[in-house]
């Protein structure tokens, strides 16, 4: 695991790019990234960062009332759900998160320790205010990201 300090959302964006870089080298079909941390401390943001970086145009809205908001980029989708909102560990089950209709999915969760059932995840961050920025900690389960670090180094 390793810690870095994002100072503004101009840093908090560049990290956003340099996942969304690193997700299209992964040969992977599916990719779970779990962001964990206080309310406005930059999860939701973050997220609008890499799926805007990958390709998006749209508006990339917060999930914290629908759940789950799919971004489907044509062989790549973008499932993002927050659950913040929810107290039932079956809501999770209703987004089908195991099937298969892209060449390449990308699940993003925030507030994953809700999840009943715990789910792997590929890369784990947890934000933290700090100062006026904000201090994340990257746990990279399989070294995927972990270039990402180098950046920051």
Not at 13 to 38: F, M, P, R, V, Y
Not at 62 to 84: A, K, M, N, Q, R
Not at 120 to 145: A, P, Q, T
């Amino acid at each position: 695991m390793n810690k870095i300090y994002l100072e503004n959302d101009e840093s908090t964006n560049k990290l956003g790019a340099l996942i969304s870089e690193k997700l299209k080298e992964i040969n992977k079909s599916t990719i779970e990234i779990h962001l964990e941390g206080d309310l406005g401390a930059g999860k939701t943001f973050l997220t609008r960062s890499i799926i805007s970086n990958s390709g998006w145009s749209g508006l990339v809205k917060s999930p914290t009332y629908t759940l789950c908001e799919e971004y489907d980029l044509g062989d790549v989708i973008f499932l993002h759900i927050d659950l913040y909102r929810t107290d039932e560990p079956e809501d999770i089950h209703i987004f089908d998160l195991d099937r298969k209709t892209h060449l390449k999915k990308i699940i993003i969760i925030e507030w994953p320790q809700k999840l009943a059932i715990k789910r792997n995840f590929d890369l784990k961050i947890s934000f933290e205010h700090f100062e006026d920025g904000r201090k994340v900690l990257i746990n990279d389960n399989d070294e995927l990201f972990s270039s990402l670090i180098k950046h920051y180094e």
